[in-house]
């Protein structure tokens, strides 16, 4: 960049001085000739009215006190008379132009390039009173000539001009170029720069801030997947180590005839529990990895919610829970199995973590052009300090509260990478003691 900076400015001194000089030289030219032209007007204008032309002599005497070629035509063209001495071996001059010109109208000019000579003439005749006809010429230079003689100063000027022009190109493209290097491209913001620039610095300043983002988000990631990993192990070590310690007891004859229901009962929830957990794990890492079957297509929540009702029907059943659905048929565009196991999860809490004889409310609406679920029930509630962890990975509410259901901790997790994944927002209201609500609100449908 510098270098090209540097090269037009010397190229654009170039062709400054070469236009200059050129032009210089056409306007020299044109007013030399005219400063010619008038002195041989005003030199003729004044022989013609103070001499007396009768006497050839007068012109002889004059011949010396200018550099002008004086010559005398009579009226049919005969040269009477040539400053040169030679009117006698000169031809009849009626035929050029400035004489023809001065014969007619009094006076005429001409201006010709010599042939054998190479050089350039300019010719005044002026018409006098007895019809004769007197004319003054002079050589003078071809534009050429004029632009040939001041070619040795035109390279001078040249020289000086681009040893100058190199000196102020080398200055001037040094502070052009001094604040781009000086940028600093980790504060683009917090540079002083040329204003054409600030877009580009405005873009880099976002690109920085998304790859930092980027950067946080891959490490939180890295976290989750550390810690996941460490809770996994942990999650499933808890219901073997029952099932094993149970087992154990049986194997070796220690328990009971009557207490061998209980046990092998305990030994089967927890083989459940852990199968259902296993299940959650390899949907929410499906989902972490986007290895969902992706296709999309439009479905109806109410359809959804409805097949779900059933679905959960025993499980209401055993806890004499009713599932009312309200709202309307409302589309959205996405993936059925992941919204299926959304919707699924949250009914399936909302019935789990209920009152005997409780009540749970599905409605399905659209806000805006927006469609929205809202799970409600009328259970034990979160408590406040709880409400912003229950979506994390086997975030379980104490034992205590939840009443020992089993359950793996991953269902609301499912929840929120489902919603995430079809771009919708999440809020959870709850009370302790009188319920919960979550309202799942998908953004604009263009159906
Ligand atoms: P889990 O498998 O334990 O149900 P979730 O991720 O689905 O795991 O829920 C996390 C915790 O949030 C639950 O253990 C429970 O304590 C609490 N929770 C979830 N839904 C409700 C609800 N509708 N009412 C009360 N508590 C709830």
Redesign the pocket.
């Known amino acids: 960049m510098k270098r090209k900076i540097f090269s037009n400015m010397v190229y654009i001194a170039f062709v400054a001085v070469m236009m200059t000089t050129i032009l210089l030289s056409f306007i020299m030219y044109y007013r030399y000739m005219d400063q010619i032209k008038t002195g041989i007007k005003d030199e003729a204008a004044y022989m013609a009215t103070s001499l007396n032309l009768h006497d050839k002599q007068d012109l002889d005497a004059y011949k010396n006190l200018t550099v002008s070629r004086i010559t005398w035509v009579d009226s049919n063209g005969k040269v009477i008379y040539d400053s040169s001495g030679q009117e006698n071996e000169m031809t009849n001059h009626r035929n050029r132009k400035e004489v023809k010109e001065a014969m007619k109208s009094g006076s005429g000019e001409d201006t010709r390039v010599s042939k054998t000579l190479n050089k350039q003439t300019y010719y005044y005749a002026i018409k006098l009173r007895d019809g004769t006809v007197l004319r003054l010429s002079r050589e003078t230079q071809t534009i050429m000539r004029q632009i040939e003689s001041i070619l040795p100063i035109l390279f001078l000027i040249m020289g000086v001009v681009l040893i100058l022009a190199v000196i102020l190109s080398r200055i001037l493209t040094g502070r052009i170029v001094e604040p781009i290097n000086k940028i600093d491209l980790i504060h683009p913001k917090k540079n002083e720069t040329y204003s054409e620039l600030k877009p580009l610095l405005n873009r880099i300043e976002q690109q920085n801030v998304d790859i930092e983002k980027q950067i946080e988000e891959i490490k939180e990631a890295e976290n989750m997947r550390k810690e996941f990993s460490a809770n996994v192990s942990h999650e499933l070590k808890t219901p073997l180590t029952t099932i094993s310690g149970y087992a154990e007891l049986m194997k070796d004859g220690l328990v009971k005839p009557e207490d061998m229901k209980r046990f092998s009962g305990t030994i089967y929830t927890e083989a459940r529990r852990l199968i259902a957990m296993i299940e959650d794990i390899i949907k929410l890492s499906r989902l972490d990895e986007n290895q969902v079957e992706l296709e999309k297509k439009d479905i109806d929540l109410y359809d959804l919610v409805f097949q779900i009702k059933a679905d959960l029907r025993k499980k209401a059943e055993e806890d004499n829970i009713s599932v009312h659905i309200r709202g309307v048929h409302t589309m959205v565009y996405g993936v059925y199995r992941i919204l299926y196991e959304m919707f699924f ?1 949250m009914c399936e ?2 019935i ?2 209920n009152k005997k004889g409780g009540e749970v409310v599905v409605t399905i609406a659209s806000m805006n052009d927006c469609p929205i679920v809202v799970v409600e ?1 009328t ?4 408590p406040k300090e709880d409400l912003d962890r ?1 979506f994390e990975r086997f ?3 104490d034992k205590s ?2 009443n020992q259901k089993e ?7 499912i929840v929120k990478h489902g919603a995430k994944y079809h771009h919708a927002e999440m809020e959870v209201e ?1 009370e302790l003691g009188k319920g ?1 609500k979550i309202t799942i609100e998908f953004p604009k449908q263009d159906i």
């Open positions: 999860n809490n909302a789990k973590y029930d259970g034990i509630g979160i229950i975030y379980r509410v509260h939840s359950g793996s901790g991953l269902g609301l997790s709850s919960t």
